[in-house]
Structures are given as structure tokens and as C-alpha cells.
């Protein structure tokens, strides 16, 4: 089992950045291939970025590929989100998930509550 809380959302502006961070509890946090997704209003929940265990490899939406970077802190047992340049349609709640290196949520076992970002134009 594995417990997720993510934290640092907020409202900034646009052109501005922020981290969000998701901290987990539990000793198998390596174990875990770790993503962000994120839910606007009325729309799906869709991925944002993902890293494997051993944080070498990445992959992000073409949305958010040159603006945002993942990682993770084994020993702090903590995912990172780096968001820059942040746009109005980045707007959402933001979850943090465990599981399987991957772009779908089937492939994700665990997720924290949600943090939310609002980007103001």
C-alpha cells in the first residue's frame, strides 16, 4: 500500500511557475513507477508526465513537454512537478499516482487526493 499527498498548488499568473510535490508513505516508494495526471472541469482526467524508479527515464504530454519536468527524491520518498511558463488551460486539479511506467491510468494503482492549480490570464 502506498499513500499519496500532494501539495503546492495555487493561483498564479500566467507566464509564472510552480512545484508541486507528492509525498508518499510507506518503505516501497522506489518500487513505484510515479505520474502526474490532471482533471479540468468537465473533462477527463489526462496525463501529464511520468518517471520510472530510478527517475533515468521521463515521458510528458505534448502539452506540457518544454515547460514541465518531473522527478523524484528515492530517499525523500517525493515526486516533483516543476511547472514553468504556466498558461490559463493548465488550469485543473493535479494528482499524483504510483504504479506502472506509462501514459494511462489503468497502469496506476495509487493516487493522492488532488492539488489545485488555477492559472489566471
Known amino acids: 500500500q502506498v499513500q499519496l499527498v500532494e501539495s503546492g498548488g495555487g493561483l498564479v499568473q500566467a507566464g509564472e511557475s510552480l512545484r508541486l510535490s507528492c509525498a508518499a508513505s510507506?518503505?516501497?516508494?522506489?518500487?513505484?513507477?510515479m505520474a502526474w495526471f490532471r482533471q479540468a472541469p468537465g473533462k477527463e482526467r489526462e496525463f501529464v508526465a511520468t518517471?520510472?524508479?530510478?527517475?533515468?527515464?521521463?515521458d510528458y504530454a505534448a502539452s506540457v513537454k518544454g515547460r514541465f519536468t518531473i522527478s523524484r527524491d528515492n530517499a525523500k520518498n517525493t515526486v516533483y512537478l516543476q511547472m514553468n511558463s504556466l498558461k490559463s488551460e493548465d488550469t485543473a486539479v493535479y494528482y499524483c499516482?504510483?504504479?506502472?511506467?506509462?501514459?494511462?491510468?489503468?497502469?496506476?494503482?495509487?493516487w493522492g487526493q488532488g492539488t489545485q492549480v488555477t492559472v489566471s490570464s
Open positions: 499516482a504510483a504504479g506502472t511506467y506509462g501514459t494511462t491510468r489503468p497502469l496506476y494503482d495509487y
Open positions: 510507506g518503505r516501497t516508494f522506489s518500487s513505484y513507477s
Open positions: 518517471i520510472t524508479r530510478s527517475g533515468l527515464n521521463t
